[in-house]
């Protein structure tokens, strides 16, 4: 992640990779999901542009890690 993301963003992002890798998640249930009002959150829309989800806006379609957000999550420390 880049270094001028905060740390709670960074957490969120990460929460939101994990939400994902769950199971199969439509791009109108991620937008309710994760959809805020406060320009200074914008977790999906920053997951998107750092190329960490691959989320095309057409309603059947399915989100998903990329490659670059699968990589993020299995570098994570597990306990």
Known sequence: ?????????????????EWITHHPRSYP???DAWRTSCPRLS???DACIAG???CASDAGHIVSLTP????LLDALPRG
Do not use: W
């Open 1 to 17: 992640m880049p270094s001028n993301v905060t740390e709670p963003v960074n957490a969120l992002t990460l929460q939101l990779l």
């Open 43 to 45: 977790i999906l829309e």
């Open 68 to 71: 670059k957000g699968k990589a």
């Open 29 to 31: 249930e991620v937008l």
């Open 52 to 54: 960490l989800i691959d």
